[in-house]
């Protein structure tokens, strides 16, 4: 066989993944259920996901609140594309929103009683703007709501 037509076969025969839910060990399922359906907007199922438009996360009951552990903060690293060394916090999920709509978010959380670990801020690295916002759950559990865009000035 030829490469070109090995290349199309070894394409054809290569299985696609679907989208990834983060799946959380909870010490509460009933009131982590509750928090993500009262607080984030999320529908509910029995079977413990909870999704809001795109975002999607599985809810399983711990066996012992031991077995509930947040990320820790990662270690900063030099070698990513920009200036950026890593995150200064721990991050369990990344959720991309749109840059206007992370205040939208974060007030409809806040009115809400939810938990805002930590406040929007802004930084930029490379060509880019990037707006975060933390949100945290019972369990301390960070969501990372993120926006970007290209920077407009230097």
């Given at each position: 066989m030829n490469e070109k037509v090995e290349e199309i076969h070894t394409e054809k025969q290569r299985g696609k993944f679907?989208?990834?839910?983060?799946?959380r060990l909870v010490s509460d399922f009933k009131k982590s259920q509750e928090?993500?359906?009262d607080v984030l907007g999320c529908?509910?199922?029995d079977w413990g996901?909870?999704?809001r438009d795109d975002?999607?996360?599985?809810l399983q009951q711990a066996v012992s609140p031991d077995d509930v552990r947040p990320n820790a903060v990662s270690k900063k690293r030099s070698d990513y594309p920009t200036e950026w060394?890593?995150?200064?916090?721990?991050w369990d999920s990344f959720v991309?929103?749109?840059w206007d709509d992370l205040d939208l978010i974060v007030e409809e959380v806040r009115s809400k009683g939810g938990i805002i670990a930590v406040e929007p801020f802004v930084l930029s690295h490379g060509e880019w703007?990037?707006?975060?916002?933390?949100l945290s759950d019972p369990d301390g559990y960070t969501i990372v709501l993120g926006g970007m865009r290209e920077r407009t000035s230097a």
């Open positions: 679907g989208g990834s839910f983060p799946v928090y993500y359906r529908e509910i199922s996901h909870i999704t975002m999607t996360i599985i060394e890593g995150p200064d916090h721990g991309h929103v749109e703007d990037f707006r975060n916002a933390h």
